[in-house]
Every structure is written in structure tokens, then in C-alpha cells.
């Protein structure tokens, strides 16, 4: 079969051809760069925080009335609260472990400041952010200790919120030390917090802590974390804690009746949008943290969906109305000799050269609207192998949608040559 | 001659009826995504108070140490409270305010309330003033009233609903964080969106139920929310205090200038005060001032999230592609009736009179796909305020936005007809007719 004949009906129709390869090359761009833009959302909403995160909770709640914190015995007081609640959710039979922390990956808590190797640097070295606790932090949020040691009971200090002290000891993330120390020697080095002096010593690494917020002001530094045994004090508190394997709902359930029973003076909610206040699994504060995330890329699904559906409807449509149109010249062909198959090879192959003059036109575009993207919205580069997917499909798409209408041409008699009309 | 032509248009697409949906659907889908995300846009980027926005500016200036000081840096986004309070003493604009969000416990008399926390916002007089906060019932509370350190608070109407039963509570104690209150004046409803005038604790969907005078709160120590700016040796919290020390800016400072003139020489005085802070040692950069107007500090801030503006282009591609599919299916239609038009052309209609059939033909799609548009966008509307972003609660249609709706379907529909309508009214109906 040869392309002229087919080349020299498509140039009766110049405006169709150009309108349909128009709108496979628009659907290709648009498709493409929104499957990218879906699949990075869905790698960013499952990117581990470090923590093992199954049988997690997060307790969070303000005391009423509490002390003011703003003097040494009032302070006292507050961590004499703190460590109070922390024993009694220890005491649960289905909790295994909890331990006073003030915020946890993806809560939205953030603290967090500047890094310094000498105490006179006028800019600081690495951002990271502050993570204040007990001692057991790493074992109860699944931490995994890579280098030097965990923390011991000794190195254990508390504060008051507004307090200005500094810890003698910290655990960085592997992140944070590679920023830090290059050479891969963090343990034991010196490093100075916000404006803290003197020194605090590294004396452990963790393989992965992300930070609290997911922002996109924060994503130089997502996973530049510090480990600070030091409970804050203050008239809130939160605590992390781990429930016994299979136990998670009954331990989130009798958290917060067992800190009410001890003491009534203080506010908890257990329902609604995850917030401070509230009780939630880590599994909640993960699918809130990511919430845009996730409608954003349902929502580049449907479009895609819809999008590849209007051009697949627009390509049948069009041939549809050829086919009605060529009528008289098919019924000819066919009495000339031509077979079904002939008929329906014919508006295949017509189909395939529209959509591959449109999904050259279209791999441009989407390299292009890619490039565009990147300027305007800080986008990473899309991989070639998205474009060759596309294209791909949109032939396919083309295919299938051309079948229907090309089927119905090869029905077509071949007494139509004789008919007028 | 109308009717005529819309007799027609209808009698046209009730012929084929696949193709006609398939026009109708493809008009209304690409509608209905762009209204969808060009009203969220348009909720997330209107004025917060049109009318009064272009004569509220937010000064800045800059009282940070030498530290990391480079040529081009912007000045702090907030005030220390010195500078806060100087300014505000100044009273060199018509009104201004100094403010800082927080939260406070309410303890309510009645036992049928346990003590609960709201935001407040702690002011100074202007505020309600300078933001056009309507009052339900009373007023708001002077300028002496500030100095004096008044116990005075505005409520709003939820909250007087919730512990007055929405009586006119004016006049009537409020227990607050230990201390007793007097309600001086009750809001009615008004919830500003974005919450320009402090961004720092959330853009959309957040509001105080409280104000007090500012010097009350602090004198009170109530807790307090949002960013905090150091330098120095400065933190966010001193020992001994609830507040961050002198080298952090945390408050924000707004002032009203109703005219351009007034607003240049309020700059000019920005540049005077930070000379004679430096003079006095207190500053150590040169003068760095910055005076935006409300809109333009929104715009600075990138209030509207990036996520927003990507759908926004987005669906303007995806009403591209069916624009690009309508007019490629009207085109079809219409050189599928080339004979008819040539009939009527032979029987002596004007090219003129063939082209406004066309066109009609393609408005009565558009409008029927606008309104099927329309109907898209109020389900996509419905979808985006069950998404739980913080804004997702104010994404509905107003009346402005439903009138774009139709202009947009009704010029897209027209735009996607005249290029098929010319091809077609072209013909020459001497050949189409022989050739039948």
C-alpha cells in the first residue's frame, strides 16, 4: 500500500488535519506533564521520615491554669507534670513505649535554626531542625543508630520554653552530619545551635530523621534533624508513643482517658483535623502532612483521563464524518477490487500519520511546557522516558479511537459507487 | 431573522446527535475545569477589603545588626516592639495599629462551658477603624484606653452567640486568663481572606475571637503566636518574660494613608526615623524602609498557594484541547452540509446571512455547554471544598464568576465557529451542486 493516495486526501482537508494533530500534540504536553507531576507528588508522599512509623501515635494537649513557666520553681513544676504524664501512659497495658517529645516528622511543630563549626561564623553551615525530648527518643520512634552512641538517662535535662540553655550532648541525623562533617567523622565534634554558646557535642548519628514541616521554604534542609535530650516545659506538652503490635487503636483510646483521670485540668481533642490538642496515629499525620499532595495528584489524574477521552472522542468524531464523506469513493475502491481489510488499513494508516506528525509536535511541546514549568513553579527536569510513554499511548489512543469508524468504511458496499448522493 | 436562524441551528443539531453532545460535552468539560480552578484562584487572590485596600500600607524597616549584612537585603517583616510602639506614638499616618495574634483561655461564668482557648488579637485602637470592622453592638476601645492599659475586649458575634446567646453583651464582664474583662464592643460578622494583615499564622481560614488592647495582653503575659526575626543575641522567648527580646521582630505594623502624596511622605519619614535610630546607636544599617500597599505585600508573600496557580494554567490547557476538538467537530459538521448551504446560497442568501446561521448554530452550543460548564464547576467546586485544605472551604461561585462562565463558553463556542463558519459559507455552490 502506498502513502500517496492518502496523502493526497488529507490535503483536501488541511483545517481537520491540522486541527486533530493540533490536539494530539496539545493532549501529549498536557498528559505528560502531569503524569510526571503525579508521580512526583506520589514518591514525595512516600518518602520514609525515618521512623518506624506502624503502631505510632502522637499525643498532644495543653494544661489549663498551668504554671507560667517563666520562673525556676514553675518550670520544675511543669516537667514534674510532663514526666508525670509520660509514666502514666507508660503504665497502659497495650502501650509498650512513650517518651515527651515536643513536635515529629511531618506534625507541622517546627523548630529550627542555623548550624555553626566555630562560635564567630558570620554564616551558618547546614540549617537543621531541633527535636527536644527524653532520653528514649530513639528507641521509641525506631530511630536507627548508625554511629556512636544513643542517649543514657545521665545526659537527661529539661527547660522551660523560653529558657536559653544549652545541651551538652545531641544525636544528628546522617544528613545533618554529612552536611556538617563531609569526612564522615561527626562523632565527638563540637557544633554551636542558632546563637547557643558554648558548644554542643555530637555523640550519635541516626540513619534518617526528616523534619517537622514539609514546606517548600524547608526542602534544603527535609531531613537536617538534631536530637536534644532536653523535655521543654511549658504549659503544653506532647509525647510519642508506641503501641503494643496490634494495639494501636485501644492504646489511642485509653491515652487520653487515662491523662484526664490523673488530672481533668487540661484539653485534649480526639476528633477532627490534626491539629495541636489532639490525639492521632502517625498514619493521620502523615495523610494530613501530604493532603495537598495527594489532591493534587487525583486531580492531575482525572484531567489526564478526561483529557485523553475528549481527544479519543474528537478523533472519532472527525473520521466519523470522512467516512460519510468518502462514501461514493470507498463504494468505488471496493467495486474496483479492493478488499474490507484494504478499506480499514486505509483510515488506520491515515490515523497514524495524523497522530505521529501530532506526537512529534506534541514531544516538543512537553519538553517545552517541562521547561516552562521548571521556571515558573521550581519543577525538576522530566525524564525522556515519560515523553516515549506518552507518545506511545496517544498512538494507541489513535488506533482505538479510528477503529469503530474505519470498521464501519470497510462495511461499505460497493454499490454505493453507483448511487448519486 | 433570529429565530429563523435558531430554528435551524436547532433543527441542525438535533440531526446529528452524537456529534452535537460530543461539541456540548467537550465545551462543558473544559468550562467547567477552568471555572473550577479560576474561582479558587480568584477567592485566594481578591482583595481582602476592596475599596479600602489601596490606602493600607505595611511599613518595614530594618533594625538588624551588621551581622550577614549585604547589599540588597530586604528588611525584616515584622517590628520590634520598640520600633512598633515609636511608630505608633509617631501617629505620622492618618491611623495605625500595632498587633500581635495569640491565644487565650475564656473562662465563662455559667458552669455549662468548661474553660475553652480562642485565638485573640491583641491591637491597639485603629485597628477596627483602618480594617472597616463593622460593630454588631458597642464600639471598640480609644487610644487612651491603650496607654491606660484598659481591660476592655471586642468579642465576635460567635463568640457572643455561644456565651450571650448573641444578646448585646456590651458592658458585661468576660473572664480571661485569670483576669476580668469588660466587653466595650461585639463584631458582626467579618472574616477577611486572605488574614492579611498577619500572615504568619495562616493565610486562609483563620480568625480571632478576641481583641484586646495590646498593652493589656503584654502587661497580662498572655501567650503569643506567629514568626519570630532575631538578631543578635536576641530569642524568641527571654528569661523572665513571654515575650522575644528587644533584636527580634514580632509585631506587625499597619497604617492608613488615603492619598499617594501621603503615603511618599510617610516613606520619607520611615527613612528619618531609622537616621535618627542610628544617630542614636539603636540601628546599625543604613536607612532600608520598604512602604507596600496591601495588595502588594499579598503579592510579596506569595499568598496564594503555587499549587493553585499550577491548576489554574492547567485547566486553561485542558480548555485549549476542547477548543481545538470543537472546532475541528464543527468544522466537520459544517462542510458535511455544504450542500444545503449551497442550496441556499443558489436561492439567494448572502454569504453574511449564511455565516450569522453558522454562528448561531455554534452559540446555541455554547451556551448549552456552558451550562452544562457551569453545572461541571459547581461539582468540582463541591469536590474542592471536601478536599481539607485550609482553604478549600471558600471555594464557592459568586455571581461574578458565573457570569464569566457563560461570556467564557459563549466566546469560546463563537471562537471555536468562525473559522469552520467561514470555510463552510465559502464554498462555491455552483461546484457542490453539480457535483451532486
Known sequence: MTLHPILAALKKHKAGVILITLQIALTLAIVCNAVFIISQRVDRIHRPTGLDEANLFQVNQLWVNAPTGNDQASIDKLDAMQRADVEILRQLPDVESAVAINSLPLSGNNWSGGIRLKPDQKTSTAHASFYFGGWQMVHVLGLQLIAGRDFTATDQRHRGFREKTVPPVVIVSKALADALFPNGDAVGKSIYMNNDVPPSTIIGVVARMQTPTIASWAKDFAFNTILIPARMDANFSGYAVRAKPGRLEAAMREAPRALFAANPMRVIETSGDYEDRTVHSFAEIRAYAYRADRGMAILMGVICVILLCVTGAGIVGLTSFWVGQRRKQIGIRRALGATQRDILRYFQTENLLIAGAGVVLGAILAVGLNLWLMKQFAMDRMSLAYVLVGILVLLLLGQGAVFAPARRASKVSPVEATRSV | ?436
Not at chain 2, 53 to 73: F, K, N, V, W
Not at chain 2, 87 to 99: F, I, P, S
Not at chain 2, 252 to 267: G, I
Open chain 2, 1 to 436: 431573522m433570529f429565530a429563523y436562524y435558531l430554528d435551524l441551528a436547532l433543527r441542525s443539531l438535533k440531526r446529528n446527535k452524537v456529534l452535537t453532545a460530543l461539541m456540548v460535552l467537550a465545551i462543558a468539560v473544559g468550562i467547567g475545569a477552568s471555572m473550577t480552578t479560576l474561582t479558587v484562584l480568584h477567592v485566594l487572590s481578591g482583595d481582602p477589603l476592596p475599596g479600602k485596600s489601596g490606602e493600607l500600607y505595611y511599613p518595614q524597616i530594618d533594625p538588624q545588626d551588621a551581622r550577614g549584612m549585604m547589599p540588597g537585603t530586604l528588611p525584616p517583616e515584622q517590628v520590634t516592639l520598640i520600633d512598633g510602639m515609636n511608630l505608633l506614638r509617631a501617629k505620622r499616618a492618618d491611623r495605625q495599629a500595632l498587633m500581635e495574634g495569640g491565644a487565650v483561655p475564656i473562662q465563662p461564668d455559667s458552669s455549662a462551658f468548661d474553660p475553652f482557648y480562642v485565638e485573640a488579637r491583641y491591637t491597639t485602637a485603629d485597628f477596627f477603624a483602618m480594617f472597616d470592622a463593622p460593630f454588631r453592638y458597642g464600639h471598640g476601645w480609644s487610644g487612651a484606653d491603650d496607654e491606660a492599659h484598659a481591660r476592655d475586649v471586642v468579642i465576635t458575634r460567635q463568640l457572643d452567640d455561644k456565651l450571650f446567646n448573641g444578646a448585646d453583651s456590651t458592658g458585661r464582664a468576660l473572664r480571661i486568663g485569670g483576669s476580668t474583662f469588660r466587653i466595650v464592643g461585639v463584631l458582626d460578622d467579618w472574616r477577611p481572606n486572605p488574614h492579611f494583615y498577619d500572615l504568619g499564622t495562616g493565610s486562609y481560614d483563620y480568625y480571632e475571637q478576641v481583641f484586646m488592647p495590646l498593652q493589656t495582653a503584654l502587661e497580662l503575659h498572655f501567650d503569643r503566636n506567629g514568626s519570630v526575626d532575631c538578631w543578635g543575641n536576641g530569642t524568641g522567648g527571654q528569661e523572665g518574660s513571654a515575650y522575644p527580646s528587644p533584636t527580634c521582630a514580632w509585631l506587625q505594623f499597619w497604617v492608613e494613608l488615603d492619598s499617594p502624596a501621603k503615603a511618599a511622605a510617610y516613606k520619607q519619614f520611615l527613612i528619618h526615623y531609622s537616621e535618627e535610630q542610628k544617630t542614636l546607636g539603636r540601628f546599625v544599617r543604613a536607612p532600608n524602609v520598604q512602604l507596600r500597599d496591601l495588595m502588594q505585600w499579598l503579592d510579596y508573600n506569595d499568598v496564594v498557594p503555587s499549587d493553585v496557580r499550577l491548576q489554574a494554567w492547567l485547566a486553561f490547557g485542558f480548555l485549549l484541547v476542547c477548543l481545538v476538538n470543537t472546532v475541528g467537530l464543527m468544522l466537520a459538521k459544517f462542510m458535511r452540509r455544504s450542500g444545503e448551504l449551497s442550496v441556499r446560497r443558489a436561492l439567494g442568501a448572502s454569504r453574511r446571512a449564511l455565516f450569522a446561521q453558522l454562528l448561531t448554530e455554534s452559540g446555541v452550543i455554547g451556551i448549552a455547554g456552558g451550562a452544562g460548564g457551569l453545572l461541571l464547576a459547581l461539582l468540582g467546586l463541591w469536590l474542592v471544598r471536601r478536599r481539607p485544605s485550609d482553604y478549600a472551604a471558600l471555594a464557592h461561585l459568586d455571581p461574578e464568576m458565573l457570569a464569566v462562565t457563560f461570556a467564557l463558553a459563549l466566546g469560546a463556542s463563537l471562537l471555536a465557529g468562525i473559522l469552520p463558519a467561514w470555510r463552510a459559507c465559502n464554498v462555491s455552490p455552483a461546484l457542490q451542486l453539480k457535483s451532486q
